[in-house]
C-alpha cells in the first residue's frame, strides 16, 4: 500500500464522526491536495473495497479501511511513544518523524517495539493506541473525550484523569484510572452519573466526570 493511500485511509478514520461521510473538501484540506485528486482516490479506494464514496456527502471507511487505519496509528504512536520516552524528543517533533516511521515499519517490527515499550495504552499526546486485538472497535481511533459527555449506556475507557492531586486520589479508590472500563448506567436530574466501574456501581457528579478522558 503506498503512502499517499496510507494517509488518506488515516485522515478519513481521524475526522470521521461515527458514521458520517467526510466531506471531500475537508479531507483535501487536511491531505494538501486539491478537492478533485481526494475525490479520485476516494473513488479508487471504493473500488478496492476500502471505503465507501457518496457523491455530495463524502467518504467513510469500510471495516477493511477502518482495519488498515488501525494499523498504520498503531505504528505511528509506538514510534511517538519511543522517540520521546527512549531517545528524549519533544511531542511535537516526535509527532513528526513518527508520521514517516509509520509507512516504512512492517508488522513485525511493530510487534517487537510494542513489546519494548510494554504495550502503551496511549501516546505522549494522550491518544489511544490500538492494537490488533481491538481493531474492529471505532472508537480506539478517536481523540478522548470527557465522561460526562457520555449517553446512557455508552460503554469506555480510562485513559485519562486530568484533575487534582486530591480528587485523583478519590477516583482512583473508586476504581476509576487509566485502564478502567466504565460504561454510564443512569443520568440524574443534576447531571450526576450512575457507573458501572469494572462491575462496580459508582455515582459520580457532573464536575468530577468532567475531569476523566475516555475512549
Known amino acids: 500500500m503506498s503512502e499517499?493511500?496510507?494517509?488518506?485511509?488515516?485522515?478519513?478514520?481521524?475526522l470521521q464522526n461515527e458514521d458520517q461521510p467526510v466531506p471531500i473538501p475537508a479531507l483535501a484540506h487536511e491531505l494538501a491536495i486539491s478537492p478533485v485528486s481526494a475525490n479520485e482516490m476516494g473513488r479508487k479506494l471504493t473500488d478496492k473495497g476500502l471505503v465507501r464514496y457518496e457523491p455530495y456527502k463524502g467518504v467513510t471507511l469500510t471495516l477493511e479501511g477502518e482495519a488498515q487505519a488501525r494499523q498504520i496509528l498503531h505504528r505511528r504512536r509506538l514510534w511517538e511513544v519511543f522517540l520521546v520516552e527512549k531517545l528524549g524528543l519533544e511531542a511535537d517533533e516526535a509527532e513528526d518523524m513518527a508520521c514517516r516511521f509509520e509507512h516504512v515499519t512492517p508488522e513485525r517490527l511493530a510487534g517487537q517495539l510494542a513489546a519494548y515499550l510494554d504495550y502503551p495504552s496511549v501516546s505522549p499526546q494522550n491518544e489511544p493506541i490500538p492494537y490488533q486485538s481491538d481493531i474492529s472497535t471505532p472508537q480506539s481511533l478517536r481523540s478522548p473525550r470527557s465522561l460526562a459527555l457520555l449517553s446512557v449506556g455508552e460503554a469506555s475507557q480510562v485513559v485519562e484523569v486530568?484533575?487534582?492531586?486530591?480528587?485523583?486520589a478519590f477516583l482512583k479508590r473508586q476504581g476509576i484510572e487509566t485502564g478502567s472500563s466504565v460504561t454510564v448506567l443512569a443520568i440524574t436530574g443534576d447531571g450526576s452519573l450512575l457507573l458501572d466501574v469494572s462491575g462496580q456501581r459508582l455515582s459520580l457528579?457532573?464536575?468530577?466526570?468532567?475531569?476523566?478522558?475516555?475512549?
Not at 486530568?162 to 485523583?168: L, Q, R, S, V
Not at 457528579?205 to 475512549?215: E, H, L, P, S
Open 4 to 14: 499517499s493511500v496510507e494517509m488518506y485511509l488515516l485522515r478519513i478514520a481521524l
Open 162 to 168: 486530568a484533575a487534582d492531586e486530591t480528587t485523583t
Open 205 to 215: 457528579a457532573q464536575a468530577i466526570a468532567g475531569d476523566v478522558k475516555v475512549i
